[in-house]
């Protein structure tokens, strides 16, 4: 099978550097690395120049902000692969990565999608904790990710994770990434949207704990900070998540979704019983509260206007 492997890029020289130093360590090397960056990018440029000649490398200029537009420039110019592996540039691929994602790809042709753990490095440390459900939608909507903690036997999932996920090219044909979520950089749940479009279609998505590759979150150069809310942020992040669970969801789960989000939530996207235990805690909850709605009731619109514009069926 021929592997291409995709890194968007933008301002993260030495994240990029060590990204593809880690590509070039592979025991099943890559047939294309195609990395794209921004015109205005000079730094990364610089970067990209001396690996031409140590890897077999693409790369592709783009003008527009975010992800979703880096992401589909990639996909669009990948023509010859029969699997393409999603990274960021602030990640590094264990040697075993390719060698891994494609067996399993061999094993079992109805896999449309493989991933697996991201080793989060943050203050001087590595997150080491384990979690066993990782990647699941329940029934009622709430998305559990816990990609980075994940342990035990390699297992079938609803969502992989960005950092770490590799598709066939047969299972994401005719697909893209969504155009229409918020945000101007990193356009978050952009691959919880993906992933369940291609379970949509009816392929299986496998997430292997070691299909590994060492993660080191950089910085965000848009609205989203990381480690901080940015009630912004936090509205472009809500509604991506709102738009992909409704297109993802039957019918009649879809109302159980939104009241459970209005009247429950999570922590980090709390309904009124979270924000209520949130400010047990002084945590400013009302805001945050106010932003996650704004951002619900945004993408059930865009939701609402995709179907009529008649582009995803109710």
């Not at 070039?24 to 001396?50: H, N, T, Y």
């Not at 979703?68 to 691929?93: F, K, M, Y």
């Not at 203050?123 to 980075?148: P, T």
């Not at 991506?240 to 669970?245: G, M, P």
Request: a positive charge.
């Amino acid at each position: 099978m021929r592997i291409t492997v995709l890194v968007p890029t933008y301002r993260r020289p030495t994240d990029l550097t060590r990204c593809l130093e880690a590509l070039s360590r592979q025991k099943r090397g890559a047939d294309e690395v195609i990395v794209v960056a921004r015109a205005d990018d000079q730094e990364s440029w610089d970067v990209l120049a001396p690996w031409r000649l140590k890897l077999p490398l693409v790369t592709i200029e783009v003008h527009a902000p975010g992800q979703v537009h880096a992401l589909n420039a990639g996909i669009e110019r990948a023509t010859v692969a029969d699997i393409i592996s999603i990274t960021d540039d602030d990640a590094a691929p264990h040697p075993d990565w390719l060698s891994r994602i494609e067996a399993h790809f061999i094993q079992d042709p109805a896999i449309g999608g493989v991933g697996g753990r991201d080793w989060v490095h943050q203050g001087g440390g590595i997150e080491d904790d384990s979690r066993a459900v990782v990647g699941k939608v329940e029934w009622y909507g709430r998305v559990i990710g816990n990609h980075h903690l994940g342990v035990g036997e390699a297992r079938y999932v609803d969502v992989l994770k960005g950092a770490n996920m590799s598709y066939r090219t047969t299972a994401i044909a005719g697909l893209n990434f969504d155009a229409s979520l918020r945000g101007t950089g990193a356009q978050v749940h952009n691959d919880l949207s993906f992933s369940l479009e291609v379970r949509r279609k009816g392929w299986k998505l496998l997430y292997d704990p070691l299909v590994a590759i060492d993660h080191y979150p950089a910085e965000r150069f848009d609205e989203d900070k990381r480690a901080t809310v940015h009630i912004p942020a936090l509205t472009n992040a809500t509604h991506n998540e709102t738009v992909a669970l409704l297109r993802y969801l039957a019918p009649i789960q879809r109302p159980i979704f939104m009241g459970w989000a209005l009247l429950i939530g999570t922590r980090v996207a709390p309904g009124i019983l979270q924000m209520l235990r949130l400010q047990i805690h002084r945590t400013p909850s009302i805001s945050i509260f106010w932003a996650v709605q704004a951002g619900r009731g945004a993408g059930w619109r865009t939701w609402r206007q995709a179907c009529k514009a008649g582009k995803k069926a109710l």
